[in-house]
């Protein structure tokens, strides 16, 4: 295989995973927020959007 064979596969690969993970994303951030935000509310936890916010951010960095 020459370079650029291998160049259009690698282009071909990336496309297609960016279209399945575009297509299998659960859902959007802001819609993630919010449930969030409902979930804790229905437990009885009254928190503001900028806690919300916080505490994505700080899941994100321990998943990370």
Not at 3 to 16: D, Q, R, V
Not at 25 to 32: R, S, V, Y
Not at 51 to 57: K, R, S
């Amino acid at each position: 295989m020459n370079n650029l064979s291998i160049l259009y596969a690698f282009i071909g690969g990336a496309l297609i995973g960016g279209a399945a993970a575009v297509l299998l994303a659960p859902e959007k951030g802001t819609d993630l927020r919010r449930k969030i935000k409902e979930a804790l509310q229905k437990k009885g936890i009254i928190c503001t959007q900028s806690e919300i916010d916080a505490l994505v951010e700080q899941l994100t960095a321990d998943i990370d």
